[in-house]
């Protein structure tokens, strides 16, 4: 007999068809899931939460969108028919120290889960799900470039800017494409790393060595990098997409004075592939679960 959630409850308050993927995860184990925020099918064990106050005692987990909450503690569900605020007085009724699972939790949530005494699990710095949703990141991003270049991807000269979870990926994804990939990176390791997959290594400390003829930039990293000084030497005819978690790492004001396209691109995965990034989340969140059953 497989693992299984039987009898556990657990809600789940806006969302996108990420979350949806989760809930019917969830469903297929048995747990008792209450939703709020999203068109949910007829799933067993799946109800509309109705009076969230009432509703919200005695659930054993709760699960918040990847995005989590704005600065006015609007929870992010563009699938339902308005907007949702995540209630003070639900969470008074949440019994103390209960897991919340969100992908990035901004300071408004970390400040509200501290004052509730919730306890936050940031699934998106988890490895196990950063690493394998770098893989729609990376396919999207390529995507993007591949509608905003007036040249194929095979034979382009790309600089990226990072070499994490997903600079990594992406680096290697641009390379196995034929692009003529440039990585920048700090430490000797990463650029050790970057040579042995037979791309091109660029310390940090002499970017701007490179950028004169790059013809497509990918930012990973979430502090300002490319400023305005960086951009200055970077070709009016490139092409800039960040990843990085909002603001990102683009000086933008002065990329659009300098004639050059930047887009900022976070929270790929959910928008190119949806059901994939559901389905990592849905795996990673149930194993989760099971070992809160046996606490």
Known sequence: MGPDLRGMSIAVLGGDARELVVIEKLSSLGALIKVMGLP?????????????????????????????????????????????????EWLD?????IPVFVGLAKPKLAQIAAQKNLRLIETMKLDEVAILNSIPTAEGAVQMAMEMLPVTIHGCKALVLGFGRTGATLSRLLGAMGARTMVAARRPGYLARITELNLIPVPFYKLDEYLYDIEIIFNTVPVLVLTEEILRKVSPEAVIIDLASAPGGTDFRAAEVLGIKAVLAPGLPGKVAPRTAGMILAQVISRLLLEEMGR
């Open 93 to 97: 009724r949440i019994q103390p120290n």
């Open 40 to 88: 949910v099918k007829d799933l067993p064990g799946v109800t509309v939460i109705r009076n969230p106050e009432e509703e919200l005692s005695g659930i054993q987990a709760l699960i918040l969108p990847v995005p989590g909450i704005d600065d006015n503690g609007c929870l992010y569900c563009p699938l339902a028919a308005g907007p949702l605020n995540l209630n003070m």
